[in-house]
């Protein structure tokens, strides 16, 4: 049972290269999740996943994409990088949404990026 | 306002003594209260949650909720130094109940 799988763990790009992050669960949980984290930041949302079929902005969308693929994988893509999207990126599941939030997220090794 | 506030800078304790961290939210109506935990260079887990106002326990951690002022503590008992981490308050927004948001964190540096 591997959870949460990122790839890839690291990558350093050059501005203005573009880039997919993958991410893929075996929990069959409904929820997926892109954060990034930045020094004296704490983890911030860039992308959601309810459930299969949808995705919605976080708090930190702009410069960057995603695809819910199928229940198991969610992609987050970056069409331009751009120096200020260096960072860690944390992709993560939850399961069922329930009444009162998304209960416990499962959180991937991380994925850094590096744009130079 | 942000949605989550963690605004103590790193905690240094003896081995041995209790870490208390604070952590404020905005959302008046989150129902839901999450700590986790995060070693330097790994990703965060989760070691707590709490739904109900007063404590919850769970081996060396506590976590208190107080809706009324709208704050969730966690205390480290018996302080070791595996508990040096950083420590992240997380809360589902109530109009969006099926994400989380993150303070900041606190480090907690355990001193043998």
């Known amino acids: 049972n591997a959870g949460v799988t990122q790839t890839p763990k690291f990558q350093v790009l050059k501005t203005g290269q573009s880039m997919t992050l993958q991410c893929a669960q075996d929990m069959n949980h409904n929820s997926m999740y892109w954060y990034r984290q930045d020094p004296g930041m704490g983890l911030r949302l860039i992308y959601y996943s309810a459930s299969e079929g949808t995705t919605d902005k976080g708090e930190v969308p702009n410069g960057y994409n995603v695809s819910r693929l199928n229940k198991r994988e969610f992609s987050l893509r970056l069409e331009s990088a751009a120096p200020s999207q260096t960072s860690v990126y944390f992709c993560?599941?939850?399961?069922?949404?329930?009444?009162?939030?998304?209960?416990?997220?499962?959180f991937g090794e991380g994925s850094r990026l590096t744009v130079l | 306002q942000k949605e989550v506030e963690q605004n103590s800078g790193p905690l240094s304790v003896p081995e041995g003594a209790i870490a208390s961290l604070n952590c404020t939210y905005s959302d008046r109506g989150s129902q839901s209260f999450f700590w986790y935990r995060q070693y330097s260079g790994k990703s965060p887990e989760l070691i707590m949650f709490i739904y109900s106002n007063g404590d919850k326990e769970d081996g060396r951690f506590t976590a208190q909720l107080n809706k009324a002022s709208q704050y969730v503590s966690l205390l480290i008992r018996d302080s070791q130094p595996s508990d040096s981490a950083t420590y992240l308050c997380a809360v589902p927004p109530q109009s969006g109940n099926n994400r989380l948001a993150f303070g900041k964190g606190n480090q907690v540096v355990v001193i043998p």
């Open positions: 993560a599941s939850s399961k069922n949404r329930d009444t009162i939030g998304p209960g416990e997220l499962f």
